[in-house]
């Protein structure tokens, strides 16, 4: 709030609140950080020489270290507001509208800033004999005599209700706390605190002033109307913000930090089934004991052009916004559903050209499910396989009864929902129904018989006469062995000690079963699916009657298909096509853990770093140089990285460390900053997946929000807060309790 680039559309409250508090501006600054090499801003300027040799402190002239600009406090401020002014009231308005004509505000300092600091002292004598900034500091005055004085409000009143606020604040701010440490939704589809529906944090509240008295009185407020902006609904978007403010200055930071970090772009639907796309930023937090890998939830983004550029340039706007540098990108990564794969695509191709040293990899912030789940949404026949298992789930949900006859009939495992973010969710569906088929028809058959709801009933009949039959048993066979095979490797790529050495054998091995499975698994899935076909009682033959006709020919008959064309077109269409679509899968990510390997596969533990010969160890270092160097800028010094690596590989443990091991090692060893580098930039780039600490994925945590009713600003604070919450205890709530307080007692006293 304090910073001047901040300061272009401020609401009254807030301008309020600054002049009140008045420039803040670091006294001991003796030059600029960007350029202590040349000349830079200097405290020098705050003072004004007069042509009698005294000294006059220039209180208006604020110094921005964020972006190294200088801003005039009261230009800034007050160029937008002169027709509320009150000598403008009292009919001025055209005379001094004449005088600022003459003086018009172009100056630098009254809008982006000024760095020319060659000519800054020019620049500032002709600024402040301006009649624009004169007028801009006779506003100042006076508003900041009102407030010394307390013209504006009484005095002991405003004690009061500041008091008041500084109560209510925290209890609000610790329900916010607890709701977003545990994932909780804030908001229900009413408002109002006194309906049943009214959300978390009504209810928590409420019940909090069962006993306390604080909010016993804010709730009475509330209801008599006396208070407009309480918190406790979706004005709770101002509160919010300013928490997600404070976590998000904090995430820049840490990334500043860090240096280098790497961009993810996911994508999930909201309630509306709108596209939400989101930004996450990984870094290696090497502050912490031990150091960390991390993943930070930075927004939601808006990628409405839908011009070539659109996407990446919202991005590139976005990290220069935050004063990230893009050349620090060492690595990218891109959910490959298909909600954002064309998106990112083009963020890719683009960002490499920019910045080559960002490695690629589509893997960074997914599971190998995922891309299952979008070949089945790109196949017909795939797309009604799981719309069935849906359906069948859909009915037995419909009610408690309908679930008990289901319970009733099937032991031991119980049906889930399909889901777009638990993958493993697929699994588990097709599961219960490979095992148990037959009991799950007759529960559908007596949900049909005692059930009221004529469309359940239908849906019932339907699934259990039609649905389940020889075809759809073999496609269930089929996508039960796929999905277990892919499952096992999937969760170790989630694994938080996933090594990519071990990533490449599993993925290895995975495609060496699936093209074995190509030649022997259509074999086996027949013959369990005529098994199941006979316990079952359906004839296991494919029904000629459900395949899909083409009009006739004049001149030519229908074609009629035997019973061994069925089969095999259902191997060659179905079958095949399925197995191929995964291995194809699984043989792009292989080449991409490779590339990622050839770069960095030598640092990935102790084991492969002390196994190289001295030759092969100083060719992997150039390599790595070649990479990480760009037109004039290079990371690491690749002689230099191999004497330290040779020098680190004496002083090594016996036992086989990983490369995190490795980097708190050598941490706070000053003689090895080029395989400190290194060992950071190899842990930035998103090959793995990074849970939070509840266990639950950030994009699980989004999922959740994105999928409660609730205006798009309230959700972008909602789910910083929620997804970056072990940054709430590190917050300093005194002074934001503080400022609250102060702007909610002047506006409550001002609107009476």
Not at 87 to 92: A, F, H, R, T
Not at 546 to 565: F, V
Not at 674 to 681: D, E, G, L, P, Q
Request: hydrophobic letters at 40%; one cysteine or more.
């Amino acid at each position: 709030m304090y910073d001047p680039r901040n300061w272009d559309n401020l609401n009254t409250e807030l301008r309020d609140l600054l002049v009140e508090k008045g420039p803040v501006r670091d006294l001991l600054v003796e030059e600029s950080p960007q350029h202590k090499s040349s000349v830079g801003f200097s405290s020098e300027f705050y003072t004004r020489i007069l042509p009698n040799g005294e000294k006059q402190d220039r209180e208006w002239l604020v110094y921005s270290k964020e972006v190294d600009k200088a801003y005039c406090f009261c230009c800034k401020l007050f160029k937008e507001c002169h027709r509320n002014n009150r000598l403008v009231n009292e009919g001025n308005w055209e005379r001094i509208s004449a005088l600022l004509k003459e003086s018009p505000q172009n100056s630098e300092l009254a809008n982006e800033g000024c760095r020319d600091w060659g000519n800054l002292s020019v620049l500032i004598r002709e600024h402040e004999r301006s009649m624009a900034h004169i007028f801009n500091m006779t506003t100042w005055a006076g508003l900041r005599r009102r407030f010394q004085k307390d013209e504006r409000i009484d005095k002991a009143v405003f004690k009061l209700e500041k008091e008041h606020w500084r109560s209510v604040l925290p209890r609000i701010i610790s329900v916010v706390k607890f709701l977003a440490k545990h994932s909780k939704t804030f908001f229900g589809t009413i408002e109002s605190m006194d309906q049943d529906d009214c959300g978390n944090l009504s209810s928590f509240i409420d019940m909090i002033a069962e006993w306390d008295p604080v909010m016993q009185e804010h709730i009475r407020r509330i209801k008599r109307n006396e208070i407009r902006h309480h918190y406790l609904g979706c004005n709770i978007q101002e509160l919010t913000t300013i928490l997600a403010s404070e976590i998000k200055s904090s995430i820049i930071r840490k990334i500043k930090e860090a240096k280098y970090f790497s961009v993810i772009v996911d994508c999930a639907l909201d309630a509306s089934g709108e596209k939400q796309m989101f930004l996450i930023l990984r870094c290696v937090d090497v502050f912490t004991s031990p150091i960390k890998v991390e993943e930070y939830f930075l927004e939601l983004l808006n990628f409405s052009n839908t011009s070539e550029h659109g996407p990446f340039e919202q991005m590139q706007n976005l990290l220069k916004a935050l004063d990230l540098d893009i050349d620090d990108v060492r690595g990218q990564g891109y959910g490959i559903g298909s909600l954002v794969k064309g998106r990112a695509e083009g963020i890719q191709e683009k960002l490499s050209v920019i910045n080559p040293r960002a490695l690629y990899t589509p893997w960074g912030c997914h599971s190998l499910n995922v891309t299952l789940c979008d070949m089945v949404n790109s196949f017909s026949k795939l797309f009604s396989f799981f719309g069935s298992i849906q359906c069948i789930y859909s009915v037995f949900s419909h009610c408690t009864k309908c679930w008990q006859i289901l319970d009733n009939n099937v032991k031991g495992l119980a049906l889930e929902p399909l889901s777009t973010i638990r993958w493993e969710s697929q699994l588990e569906c097709v599961k219960a129904i490979r095992f148990h088929a037959s009991d799950i028809r007759e529960a559908l058959l007596q949900v049909a018989d005692t059930e009221f709801d004529l469309g359940v009933v239908h849906q019932a009949n339907s699934l259990a006469t039609y649905d389940l039959e020889y075809e759809f048993l073999l496609g269930m066979i089929i996508w039960f062995d796929i999905l277990s095979a892919v499952d096992l490797v999937s969760k170790y790529l989630q694994s938080k000690d996933m090594r990519i050495d071990i990533a490449i054998t599993e993925v290895k091995r995975l495609i060496k079963f699936f093209e074995k499975y190509r030649e022997v698994g259509f074999t086996g899935a027949l013959n369990v699916a005529k098994e199941i076909a006979t316990e079952m009682e359906i004839d296991s033959v494919f029904d000629e009657e459900r395949q899909i006709r083409k009009r006739k020919r004049l001149g030519k008959n229908a074609d009629q298909s035997s019973p061994e064309s069925l089969e095999e077109g259902f191997r060659v269409q179905y079958f095949l096509y399925t197995v191929d679509q995964v291995t194809g899968l699984l043989k792009r990510t292989l080449e991409q853990y490779q590339a990622y390997e050839d770069i960095f596969g030598f640092l990935f533990c102790s084991e492969k770093l002390n196994s190289l010969e001295e030759k092969h160890l100083k060719t992997s270092c150039g390599h790595l140089e070649m990479f990480l160097n760009h037109g004039k800028f290079r990371d690491v010094d690749g002689n230099s990285l191999f004497k330290e690596l040779k020098c680190l590989r004496k002083q090594l443990p016996e036992e086989n460390m990983t490369a995190i091991d490795i980097l708190n090692f050598i941490t706070g060893l000053d003689f090895l900053p080029n395989a400190f580098i290194a060992y950071r930039i190899l842990l930035t780039i998103p090959v793995l997946f990074t849970s939070t600490d509840g266990g639950l994925s950030k994009l699980e945590i989004l999922n959740s929000y994105l999928q409660s009713p609730m205006s798009q600003e309230v959700l972008d604070g909602l789910a910083l807060i929620s997804t970056e919450k072990g940054f709430l205890e590190k917050l300093d709530y005194d002074s934001l309790i503080n400022d609250c307080a102060t702007k909610n007692a002047r506006r409550t006293i001002l609107s009476e």
